[in-house]
């Protein structure tokens, strides 16, 4: 490192300030003579108007000049705190004089006819301690402002110096802490042989570097980095320590809580019921959580020596698990990933591997997946075919069986159709569960990259403590941020959040729905109950079922709750929104259909109205939709107990009345009619056509 702060990148400004026109002359050639610029001017006006606009490293000043003298530039140089060496030069050799301008800051006094050799003698170590100056004042000012702690103290620890950011580290003012041994900052957590050490090392002229935990002036610990440079004087002898500390408190409670995530991590990885894994670009595991290692009967010690993916597979299903790597690669959709599994004693078992490739600036570096063992699927699908071989058998058997349960067969309905749904509220859910998931591998691999660059700038940054930096090292940390698309990855985080935000909102919704619609009551209680809450519910359960096929609108009036059974109102509604589903998909019409729900009230009823665009009842039809096993559904569609089951809900067991109406335009319009107030239980039904 090049030991002049200051190094000339230009040659010194000699500013010459005479009324003779010779004296200027002759003392402008020597001066250029000495290899300097020269400037001059032939009074004091002009002086000052020359400092004030043009730079000047050193002023020759004549005293004596008309208008404004020497000891006037020098004066006003001084008041205006103009930091330029100046050299008095009179024809005078008055002592006072001389004495006078030495007390104003002139750096020497020449007498004239100034001799040749005096004056670059002058010149030359004027400008040689104005050079030593500015670089003592940008030290004491680079020591001053930097965010490091620096201390200085003599060869006993006896603190010398402390600069703003000792102060701000450790709470000890210059004057608090200046006078004191250094040892102030223990903190007791070290053996004094930890100490011992540390002098024994700086004390033989070598540096000291390492954390350390100390003391702030309130008691509170703090960790460092801290480096202890000796200082030698000229005779090679150790006069001072120069200590540089950086608080690193923060950064080890970072690392502290990074190091806890990855332990979590691992142990919420190691409670997952199924195999999770990563692989190299190679195809060599790189990580497993434990049931990964102990359900192939490998230890860890095994992962450590080095597994490679391929051998867990049997032999006959390697080829295309090597094609379907190569897929996952391209990106190509795979087909079937079922495999035969092969265990480090040589047995077999069946497994479904789902796998990503893990992508980092673009490029495969590996794959990333977890592994289900099927084996009891497996049993079941051969114990399901040996039930399908005698199912005739098995249905005769049972034929009676069903007929004494009729009863119990209608109340087994009203779950029967939730669980026609199961498949679609699975599929509502996990829609946004996946983007969470694809959301969460994103973030993750966003905190890799930016793990990456941060521990660069880190290295940057001490690189830059020590004054290496290169050019090809900022290239090179450029580039890294280029290709890891730093600035992708910060407009990406605020959406990534949002669309995770979106996807918990839509779950939360599905989730309270089925949880209203799945609450049971006793079957014969009434509270008051929120209609448009009910209907409401029922749309987010039965979404799956007419997405497709119909848009839904409602118009929910400001009703009163209504005293009913909710989950047995909550049935009701959702055969009647499924059935008009169907209706409408058996058009098969290129458009969707429609389904309008609303409800209002009068002094005693409130009522909900339900009507689709679908192909209507036939009349012959219409009388028959409430009797239990009618149905016009195709066979394994429906089980005919549905509409049976909601009339009796509505008619028998809230004292209510369930119309259906089929317009001659078209169309179906079921009417629900619940009572206000308590009422007598009989059965009414009302047909009614337009």
Wanted: proline share 5%; hydrophobic share 35%; net charge negative.
């Amino acid at each position: 490192m090049n030991t002049s702060l200051l190094a000339d990148s230009h040659r010194a400004n000699v500013l010459i300030v005479d009324d003779s026109n010779v004296a200027r002359t002759l003392t402008a050639h020597i001066v250029k003579k000495m290899g300097y610029d020269v400037i001059t001017a032939e009074n004091g006006d002009s002086c000052l108007e020359l400092l004030l606009k043009t730079p000047v490293d050193l002023l020759l000043l004549d005293i004596h000049m008309p208008g404004k003298s020497g000891m006037d530039v020098l004066s006003y140089m001084k008041a205006n705190e103009m930091d330029v060496p100046v050299i008095m030069i009179s024809g005078s050799g008055d002592i006072e004089q001389a004495v006078q301008s030495l007390n104003m800051g002139a750096y020497n006094y020449l007498l004239k006819p100034v001799d040749p050799e005096k004056l670059e003698v002058t010149v030359k170590n004027a400008l040689c301690e104005s050079d030593l100056r500015k670089k003592v004042n940008i030290l004491s000012e680079a020591v001053s402002k930097s965010p490091l702690g620096i201390a200085i103290t003599d060869a006993d620890g006896i603190v010398a110096y402390t600069n703003p950011g000792f102060s701000e580290m450790t709470g000890y003012t210059e004057l608090e802490i200046k006078g004191k041994c250094i040892n102030l900052l223990k903190s007791g957590q070290y053996p004094p042989v930890f100490y011992t050490q540390l002098w024994d090392t700086i004390s033989s002229g070598r540096i000291w570097q390492g954390e350390i935990v100390n003391t702030r002036k309130n008691g509170s610990f703090y960790t460092e980095y801290n480096i202890i440079s000796p200082i030698t004087d000229r005779s090679g002898r150790i006069s001072h320590y120069i200590s540089i500390k950086q608080d690193i408190t923060e950064r080890k409670r970072e690392q502290q809580a990074l190091e806890e995530s990855k332990q979590r991590f691992q142990e919420l990885a190691d409670l997952l019921p199924q195999p999770v894994f990563e692989t190299d670009i190679h195809g060599k595991i790189t990580y497993s959580n434990q049931l990964g290692i102990t359900a192939f009967g490998y230890t860890p010690a095994d992962l450590q020596k080095g597994i490679n993916s391929i051998d867990l597979f049997a032999q006959e299903d390697r080829a295309r698990v090597q094609k379907n790597i190569e897929n996952r690669y391209k990106g190509t959709a795979i087909e079937n990933h079922e495999y035969l599994g092969l265990k480090k004693d040589g047995t077999t078992f069946p497994i479904l591997v789902y796998s990503t490739p893990i992508i980092r600036a673009s490029t495969p570096i590996g794959i990333r997946g977890i592994v289900l063992d099927i084996s009891e699927r497996k049993r079941s699908e051969e114990r399901l075919r040996e039930l399908n071989q005698t199912l005739e058998k098995r249905v005769d058997e049972r034929t009676k069986a069903l007929e004494e349960t009729h009863q119990q067969m209608i109340l087994q309905e009203k779950l029967a159709s939730i669980g026609q749904l199961a498949a679609g509220l699975a599929h509502e859910i996990n829609n946004p569960v996946n983007f969470v998931r694809l959301n969460f591998a994103a973030l993750k691999n966003d905190l890799e990259d930016l793990t990456a660059i941060l521990k660069s700038y880190r290295s940057f940054v001490t690189a830059a403590e020590n004054g290496s930096i290169s050019h090809e090292a900022i290239l090179a940390l450029k580039n890294q941020e280029k290709n890891a698309m730093i600035d992708e990855i910060i407009d990406d985080i605020p959406e990534i959040f949002n669309e995770s935000e979106r996807g918990f909102g839509r779950i939360s919704t599905i989730i309270s729905s089925m949880k209203n619609f799945s609450f049971r009551h006793d079957i014969d209680q009434r509270i008051p109950c929120d209609i448009n809450k009910g209907i409401q519910d029922t749309l987010v359960i039965a979404h799956n079922e007419y997405r497709y096929h119909a848009t839904v609108e409602t118009a929910l009036g400001d009703i009163p709750p209504a005293p009913c059974n909710p989950e047995q109102i909550n049935q009701v509604f959702l055969n009647l929104i499924i059935n008009s589903a169907h209706a409408i998909a058996s058009q098969n019409k290129e458009q969707k259909g429609h389904i309008v729900i609303t409800t209002f009230n009068d002094a005693d009823y409130v009522y909900c109205k339900i009507e689709d665009d679908g192909p209507g009842i036939p009349e012959h039809v219409r009388q028959r939709i409430f009797e239990p096993f009618f149905t016009t559904k195709e066979p394994g569609k429906g089980t005919g107990l549905g509409l049976s089951i909601s009339y009796d809900i509505i008619a028998h067991k809230h004292a209510g009345t369930l119309d259906v109406q089929c317009p001659s335009q078209g169309g179906t319009i079921f009417t629900i009619c619940l009572p206000l107030h308590p009422q007598p239980l009989s059965p009414q039904y009302h047909e009614t056509t337009e």
